[in-house]
């Protein structure tokens, strides 16, 4: 983050760090241009760490009105205060944060230390400070700090987006951008840059994006944004739709707590205005009904929690509109030359929509001509800009590391994709794409009663914070809501989960149940398709007949399955396809449930990061 106006820099940096530490919790540091000098302070571990280093040293040394800070994800260096940003020119001029790598650090390392320049981190980003300085000190771009900065971006390789002041230029901040996400933030006598607009939200709402190879120079009167060559960018402002209460706990303990529970809103607000005149609308649609008809295959590219939400959708694609449907996990779609051609439809899920692995599988995907849609919970993020379309879940800013709301939001937003196909090819009637948007529409309620009994799942979840293992069993659409429980679990509660298609069991994974193994067992409909919820009744016969300890999610009133239940959660009957956005929800109530007893941070777990801007 970096700011330019009339207030202490120091403390609105502080506050803007703080919503940003999701990003990052490794370390964290300030720089504050104050006086003739640069004040900063880094600390190793939690914001809170350096908000306790800056009250034993005093914050009188950080008076002054512009200023810049960072919260860290590592990658090039440990964790440790020197690797901490901002990092320092040699003279103590130039100070620079940094969000991505920059791949051909170490060449510029060597040419650096070979004309004299001692390095005192490990990591890439020290040698934009340097650069930066000795740009600004000879030649072209001599006293010219957005010029230095310029001809510096045009040195680097990789994903860089920087924040760079100069103790000579204490009225203005430069920020670059390739890849990372930089937005700007207006106020009235001052301006910011930060990667999101939470990092700002408490003081405007008004915000500009920047595009791939900007760079920014802010002042407290406004902005102006130019190429890497210098050549000047018009930009477009746009209001931010959600303010400071969306972005606060608002009385919960952990934000994953409140996103939980916004789960119906999210759904709502993800569905609302996506049907008129009897036809399913879709948002920036720039693909034509004709690409529409035409696409013969359609992937959907993701990761993580997202990639599971892809996983779910594919039952509903394929059933509505007879297309094949392939998901797959971005950070492999590339590297494995898929078959793609103008009649493919790639739908890339990402809620920050800057997530390095799926960006570049939207790219791949492009330059191989396939259309792209994009299904985005962050309004002008990368991946959107560079898709052919975008459907934006409104699940409002999700700060939990652990995805939540954005799931279900996901699982509505392509299923609203998969109901625009199957309206455009005619594989159903208009009256049953209607159907399908209706049964959907009633899914907030649906979902809004599962969060009405979820304390039986919380003392549930307290039982099992001492389990070594658990496992989690689905088919059909159950199967992805179990790699989503699992997932959860992993993250959140650093437990062994694993979640398996119930029909794999008895090829390899049957070897795993022990006596007490809790197993978590998502259970179709008995009034879906029957051999299902059949089959997986035999399943459950077959881990209990082994010793596990059985805790099923089931439907309301399926009397068949408490002989086979341990504990037995209900969720409301919904239809088969719908069930994931019931059945999920439990779920994550009990990972929250279980972390929480084992006294880890809900919402920040370790080694994570809520944005992966890195491949
Ligand atoms: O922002 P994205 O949806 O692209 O993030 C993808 C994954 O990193 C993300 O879903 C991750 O798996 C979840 N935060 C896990 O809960």
Not at 260 to 271: G, R
Not at 429 to 446: N, S, T
Not at 488 to 517: N, T
Request: charged content about 25%.
């Amino acid at each position: 983050m970096g700011y330019v106006g009339h207030r202490p820099a120091l403390e609105v940096v502080l506050g803007g760090l703080r919503r940003l530490e999701y990003r990052g919790y490794d370390s964290a540091g300030v720089a504050v241009l104050a006086g003739q000098g640069l004040a900063v302070e880094r600390k190793a571990g939690r914001l809170t760490n350096l908000e306790a280093r800056l009250d034993e040293v005093g914050r009188d040394g950080f008076a002054g009105t512009a200023g810049m800070g960072h919260t860290r994800w590592a990658t090039h260096g440990p964790p440790v205060d020197r690797n901490s940003h901002p990092h320092r020119d040699v003279t103590n001029r130039v100070a620079v944060v940094h969000n991505g790598i920059i791949e051909n650090f170490a060449a510029l390392r060597a040419e650096l230390e070979a004309g004299g320049v001692e390095f005192t981190s490990d990591t890439d980003t020290e040698t934009a400070a340097h650069l930066v300085a000795h740009a600004y000190d000879a030649g072209d771009t001599a006293g010219d700090l957005p010029a230095s900065v310029r001809a510096v971006c045009r040195r680097l390789d990789g994903a860089f987006t920087l924040v760079v002041t100069h103790v000579d230029q204490p009225d203005l901040i430069v920020a670059a951008r390739r890849s990372s996400p930089l937005v700007v933030g207006l106020g009235e006598g001052e301006t910011f840059v930060a990667s999101d607009v939470a990092a700002f939200i408490e003081h405007t709402r008004d915000a500009v994006e920047l595009g791939q190879d900007q760079v920014v120079t802010i002042t407290r009167d406004g902005y102006r944004v130019t190429d890497f060559a210098g050549e000047d960018v018009d930009t477009r402002p746009f209001r931010v739709d959600w303010d400071l209460s969306a972005a606060e706990k608002g009385g919960h303990e952990y934000f994953m707590l409140k996103e939980i529970e916004e789960q119906p809103t999210a759904l709502a607000d993800t569905l609302r205005g996506h049907f008129g005149d009897g036809r399913i609308i879709l948002d920036e649609q720039r693909i034509s009904d004709q690409d529409l008809r035409d696409v013969d295959k359609v992937f959907v590219v993701a990761c993580g929690t997202a990639y599971h939400s892809g996983l779910v959708a594919k039952y509903a694609i394929e059933h509505w509109t007879r297309l094949p449907v392939e998901v797959e996990l971005a950070s492999e779609f590339r590297y494995r030359d898929p078959v793609l051609d103008r009649d493919t439809l790639v739908v890339a899920v990402s809620q920050s929509g800057e997530t390095a692995d799926t960006l570049e599988a939207v790219r791949h995907a492009r330059e191989q001509k396939a259309r792209v849609l994009a299904v985005c919970n962050t309004n002008g993020a990368q991946i959107p800009r560079e898709s052919d379309a975008v459907l934006y879940t409104h699940a409002g800013p999700e700060v939990g590391v652990a995805s939540t709301k954005t799931f279900l939001a996901q699982i509505a937003a392509i299923y609203l994709v998969g109901l625009a196909l199957a309206q455009a090819r005619g594989t159903k009637y208009p009256d049953e794409v209607a159907r399908e948007y209706d049964g959907l529409c009633a899914m907030p309620d649906a979902v809004a009663r599962v969060l009405g009994t979820v304390e039986k799942v919380r003392s549930l979840g307290r039982s099992l914070a001492e389990a070594k293992a658990v496992l989690f069993l689905g088919r059909h659409v159950g199967y992805p809501v179990a790699l989503e429980g699992a997932l959860k679990l992993k993250e959140l509660a650093y437990m062994h989960a694993e979640g398996f298609a119930a029909g794999e069991l008895k090829h390899g994974p049957i070897a795993l149940i022990e006596e007490g193994l809790p197993v978590v067992v998502v259970m179709p409909s008995p009034k879906g398709r029957a051999v299902l919820h059949q089959k997986l009744l035999s399943n459950i016969s077959e881990i209990q007949a082994r010793g596990a300890r059985t805790i099923v999610i089931a439907e309301e009133g399926d009397e068949t399955v408490r002989p086979f239940a341990d504990e037995l959660v209900e969720v409301p009957a919904v239809p088969t396809l719908m069930q994931p956005l019931v059945s999920t929800v439990p779920l994550q109530v009990l990972a929250a449930e279980i972390a929480r007893t084992r006294g880890y941070d809900v919402d920040k777990p370790r080694n994570l990061a809520k944005s992966v801007t890195v491949e």
